[in-house]
């Protein structure tokens, strides 16, 4: 048992320090400058550059309540998830049954069983408050938004405005993309239940998934090509 229970635990630690430095990576080291996540911060300015000189700024509307409307969709389901969640932690003798009869699953012990779905509870806890911290952030953007004149009117002042509105849509996509990494992770976390080197394995394998999608992907080289 105390060889089992080493092994959860470093499976548990390998898989925090692959999201905790993957999200470093991502947002906090210079290698942030050659991801997707740059690519589109840029794209947001020249958005907003442009909504300035707009008469009719319907099409930014829209734009900001499809942003809205898909992380609202992610919020709500997560809720679902995390519902689910609590609902398998009050039949875990059932879950652990079923569990037994499966081939190649470890069927741990209750209370290591209990542990694991509160751990994937708080994963997505948080995946939770990304998203809706995102959703305030879109709607602070709108209001901002609505309240810069028309372009003939448009000052220096205005143009700040522009750029605030860039940055703040840019950290409302920068916590959307915190809760989709999360569900990425929390799908890899699913293999905890199969066998802690599985979980290992899945957390690494994600890691990889999302290196090549941010720094490797097709989207990248067309949104970074010139001419």
Not at 66 to 80: E, H, K, Q, W
Not at 119 to 137: D, E, G, N, P, Q
Not at 188 to 195: D, E, I, P, S
């Amino acid at each position: 048992m105390t060889t089992i229970a080493a092994l959860d635990l470093a499976a548990f630690l390998w898989f925090a320090l692959c999201w905790v430095g993957y999200a470093l990576a991502v947002d906090h080291s210079p290698l942030r400058r050659r991801s997707v996540i740059a690519a589109m911060d840029r794209y947001r300015e020249r958005w907003m550059e442009s909504m300035i000189r707009r008469d009719n700024r319907m099409v930014d509307v829209q734009v900001v309540r499809t942003l809205v409307r898909s992380t609202v969709f992610f919020a709500s389901t997560t809720i679902f998830v995390i519902a689910g969640l609590v609902a398998v932690l009050g039949a875990v003798d059932e879950v652990l049954r079923l569990m037994r009869d499966v081939p190649f699953v470890e069927a741990p012990g209750r209370t290591l069983s209990e542990l694991r779905v509160l751990a994937l509870i708080l994963v997505f806890t948080y995946v939770f408050f990304k998203f809706s911290w995102a959703i305030r952030l879109y709607n602070n953007c709108a209001v901002i938004l609505g309240s810069l004149p028309q372009p003939p009117e448009c000052a220096d002042a205005e143009r700040a405005d522009g750029r605030r509105i860039a940055a703040v849509v840019g950290r409302a996509a920068r916590h959307f993309n915190g809760g989709l990494r999360g569900y990425y992770f929390g799908l890899g976390y699913l293999a905890w239940f199969v066998h802690p080197w599985a979980f290992m394995a899945a957390s690494a394998w994600v890691v990889l998934v999302l290196i090549r999608r941010e720094f490797r992907s097709a989207t990248l080289r067309v949104l970074t090509e010139r001419g």
